[in-house]
C-alpha cells in the first residue's frame, strides 16, 4: 500500500524518506547503507523501510463500481 506516515513502535517520521530510499537503491548504494546515509539507525524504523511491499499501482487498477454493476446485473466476469 501507502509507506506509513510514523514508524509503527516508536513513532518516528519515515514517511517522507521513502522516495530518497527509492532513489538511493536504485543508484549504487545497498538497502543497508541506503538507511545509513538516510539517518535511519533504529531497528523499528529501518523494519519499516525494509519490509514495506509497494502494492498502489497494482490497487490502481481495480475499480469497485465495475465489479458492483457487473454483481447486479448477472454478469460473472
Known amino acids: 500500500m501507502i509507506i506509513p506516515v510514523r514508524c509503527f513502535t516508536c513513532g518516528k517520521v519515515i514517511g517522507n524518506k521513502w522516495e530518497k530510499y527509492l532513489n538511493l537503491q536504485l543508484g549504487e548504494y545497498s538497502p543497508g547503507d541506503a538507511l545509513d546515509a538516510l539517518g535511519v539507525r533504529r531497528y523499528c524504523c529501518r523494519r519499516m523501510l525494509l519490509t514495506h ?14 465489479r ?10
Open 53 to 66: 511491499v509497494d502494492l498502489i499501482q497494482k490497487l490502481l487498477h481495480y475499480n469497485p463500481s465495475r
Open 68 to 77: 458492483a454493476h457487473s454483481a447486479l446485473s448477472g454478469v460473472a466476469q
